[in-house]
């Protein structure tokens, strides 16, 4: 590996990227307040200068943040799986779903159990990765490629569950607006760092052993002198 070490290098570094930021998305609300897939700014008016009400949506759970007098902030349990809609309808009256998408939206936030097991598979890949030989490469651009599809599918399970949510809250003209937030944009550059790292780790696999095949190139091997000459026939006289 040593001709495509540095681009191994790349690959490796990159495998790191993508599990650092699949950490992100795992530990997003409740686990931290202000980490979020989805944030929901909250009408302001009634409330106090100082105060900015909102809810977060992460991968096990929510946060519901300065909407209480006391100025505490309302977590849910880490779970898999939660009804982003009815969390919505509780807070901003003026917005309803309908059955189909509350159920669509619910049932999407199940498949966000793919998050952690990604992130697994991006470290697998990574340690993988960092025994540079031909074997270790191969199957750590396997893993790789393993770790971007289910996070592709995890990423697009995120956007339409949470695009529901988004779309019935922009619309409700009630002064509330809902954005992403940092943790869907740190999954989908993880899938991207997965999916360069399997390109750029399987060119060095593959690179490194066309490399060993010119060194070696064919075997020549040292006979001594006057060996496989015909024998001289000895004069019976």
Not at 13 to 36: E, G, W, Y
Not at 80 to 96: L, Q
Not at 169 to 185: K, R
Not at 207 to 217: E, I, N
Request: neutral net charge; glycine residues 8%; charged residues 15%.
């Amino acid at each position: 590996m040593r001709q495509t070490g540095f681009f191994h290098h790349i690959g490796t570094f990159l495998l790191l990227a993508a599990t650092v930021l699949l950490i992100i998305t795992d530990i997003s609300a409740p686990v931290v307040n202000n980490i979020s897939m989805l944030k929901v700014n909250l009408d302001e008016r009634g409330t106090s200068v100082d105060r900015h009400p909102q809810v977060t949506f992460g991968t096990f759970g929510y946060c519901v943040q300065d909407t209480m007098a006391s100025g505490q902030d309302f977590c849910s349990r880490s779970h898999v799986g939660y009804d982003p809609a009815a969390v919505i309808e509780e807070n901003i009256h003026d917005v309803d779903f309908s059955d189909y998408a509350g159920d669509t939206s619910k049932a999407l936030t199940r498949v966000m159990i793919l998050h952690p097991i990604a992130t697994g598979l991006a470290f697998i890949a990574f340690l993988l990765a960092l025994g540079a030989g031909v074997v270790g490469s191969l199957l750590a651009s396997l893993v790789s490629l393993l770790t971007f599809i289910v996070t592709l599918v995890a990423l697009i399970c995120d956007f339409v569950s949470f695009a529901i949510i988004r779309s019935a809250v922009n619309n409700a003209n009630d002064g509330s607006s809902a954005e992403w937030g940092a943790a869907s944009w740190t999954t989908l550059v993880s899938a991207i760092c997965s999916l360069l790292a399997t390109v750029i780790v399987f060119f060095t696999c593959c690179s490194a052993r066309m490399h060993r095949r010119r060194q070696s190139g064919p075997v020549v091997k040292d006979v001594p002198d006057g060996y496989g000459a015909p024998a001289r026939r000895r004069r019976w006289w």
